[in-house]
């Protein structure tokens, strides 16, 4: 017990230059993700769709989740985290570079194609990354690390809606079906993921260990203490599982239709619009340091279940359309979205011991949701109007709270 009172070193100086590049990872795909939400309504407008078709843009981006959660996971157990990276930075490159033809040919059809492969890449991405993150380092500090990372993450998700309001909204015509700052734009995305892939290959990483392995003191490590139970015998673990689904379920409708939202109720320009998402983005991050100081102090269940019942008082506010009021309470629903997804996985794996792994996998795959939830918010949206739609997440935040309220206990 002794020896974890000493100073554990956030990583070893052989593993810097690979902690820069695998957290630069995290940045990159949340400006892809937040950047979708930016195609969302760039294709209403230059592709004619209703709110409910141009939800297929979360679809097949989140879609890919589920398609290749499990395959990127069983690549990099087979191959290393290395090539499990450079297999994502290629996906997500050809991806991007599809939007050429898709451009070209005006196929909402093939766009669609192009952001599946864009998917596939950012789940192989993050399916990555996690763990690596975590491995670069004695494993009582993996917990710094991924959180560090996570940081990035957030300031990805601020500059995606801002690179694509400036790109593909800013010079928006009514009645415009011209596509080509769309293949500009990603054209130099996937010129620059390459690039990324290419200096990568030539990183020589360290060899890693297993951060949930190592260490024979119980508290640093997440002992399973109902080993004979299978993985979905942990009632804890199948809440979580359920908390996540809906969790990413209700970020990504409320992402979808935030420029929609505050267009057509606030009255902003997409423009205008598209620049607040990045300040909605700016929301989150500033929950989820704050929700991790809170911490400190409350315990987190208690504070996950304090911010569901924070955005079911937001969802109500924002549905009544009250101008600037409703549009603070729109920007709240993120500022409670931060400490969401880190923690329920967090509580998720707890003593989950030699299933940490393939828990933290199917916890992974909750981010499935994404791609179901737009499409209910889209037809809310079409046939209700944009305002009301945003009743819709109540029902995932009542999920979220009944988890942290009571079913995000350790049953042996």
Same mark, same amino acid.
């Given at each position: 017990m ?11 100086? &052989?593993?810097?230059?690979t +902690?820069?590049f ?12 937040t ?8 294709? #209403? ?7 409910? %078709? ?27 985290? &290395?090539?499990?990276v450079?297999?994502?930075?290629? /996906?997500?490159? /050809?991806?991007?570079f599809?939007?050429?033809p898709?451009a ?17 890449g950012?789940?192989t /991405?993050?399916t ?10 004695? %494993? ?6 991924i959180?560090?990372? %996570? ?32 293949k500009? +734009?990603?054209?130099?995305?996937g ?9 990568f290959?030539?990183? &020589? ?13 119980a508290?640093?490590?997440n002992?399973?203490? *109902? ?7 942990? &009632?804890?673990?199948?809440?979580a599982?359920?908390? #996540?689904?809906?969790n990413v379920?209700?970020?990504a409708g409320?992402?979808?239709f ?14 205008? *619009?598209?620049?607040f ?38 969802c109500?506010i924002v ?11 729109? +920007?709240m629903?993120?500022?409670f979205?931060?400490?969401?997804f880190?923690?329920?996985f ?10 940490t792994?393939q828990?933290?996998?199917f +916890? ?7 791609a ?7 037809? *809310? *949206?079409? #046939? ?11 029902l ?12 995000? %206990?350790?049953?042996?």
């Amino acid at each position: 017990m002794n020896d974890l009172k000493i100073k554990i070193p956030f990583t070893d100086k &052989k593993f810097l230059v690979t +902690l820069v590049f695998v957290t630069s990872l995290f940045m990159f795909w949340g400006i892809a993700i937040t950047m979708a939400d930016v195609l969302n309504k760039h294709f #209403q407008h230059t592709m004619s769709l209703s709110k409910t %078709q141009s939800a297929f843009v979360q679809f097949a981006v989140f879609g890919a989740y589920a398609v290749m959660g499990i395959p990127a996971g069983l690549f990099m157990k087979r191959y290393g985290y &290395k090539r499990g990276v450079l297999l994502g930075l290629s /996906l997500f490159a /050809l991806g991007a570079f599809l939007f050429i033809p898709a451009a070209n040919i005006s196929s909402f059809a093939f766009f669609g194609i192009a952001l599946f492969i864009v998917g596939c890449g950012l789940s192989t /991405l993050e399916t990555v990354a996690h763990p690596f993150v975590a491995a670069l380092g004695d %494993q009582r500090t993996s917990d710094l690390r991924i959180n560090f990372a %996570q940081m990035f993450n957030a300031v990805g998700a601020i500059i995606g809606p801002l690179i694509g309001g400036y790109f593909l909204l800013s010079n928006n015509v009514a009645g415009s079906t011209d596509l080509t700052s769309v293949k500009i +734009l990603y054209a130099v995305i996937g010129s620059v993921i390459l690039l990324v892939a290419l200096s990568f290959s030539f990183v &020589k990483v360290p060899a890693t260990t297993d951060p949930h392995a190592g260490l024979e003191d119980a508290d640093a490590l997440n002992v399973d203490l *109902a080993p004979d139970k299978k993985l979905f015998e942990h &009632k804890h673990f199948v809440w979580a599982v359920a908390a #996540q689904f809906f969790n990413v379920a209700a970020q990504a409708g409320t992402w979808a239709f935030f420029i929609n939202y505050v267009h057509e109720i606030i009255g902003f320009s997409d423009e205008k *619009a598209s620049y607040f998402m990045g300040v909605f983005m700016g929301m989150m991050l500033t929950g989820r340091i704050l929700g991790t100081f809170l911490m400190r102090f409350i315990a987190p269940n208690k504070l996950l279940a304090g911010f569901a019942l924070g955005n079911i008082m937001m969802c109500i506010i924002v549905a009544q359309s009250l101008g600037m009021v409703s549009f603070v309470a729109l +920007l709240m629903i993120n500022f409670f979205f931060g400490i969401m997804f880190p923690t329920i996985f967090s509580l998720g794996l707890k003593s989950m011991g030699s299933r940490t792994q393939q828990a933290a996998s199917f +916890l992974s795959m909750g981010v499935v949701g994404g791609a179901f939830f737009p499409f209910i918010m889209g037809y *809310a *949206a079409d #046939q209700f109007g944009i305002a009301h739609a945003y009743y819709a997440p109540i029902l995932c935040y009542v999920v979220i709270f009944l988890f942290a309220n009571k079913f995000y %206990q350790v049953k042996h």
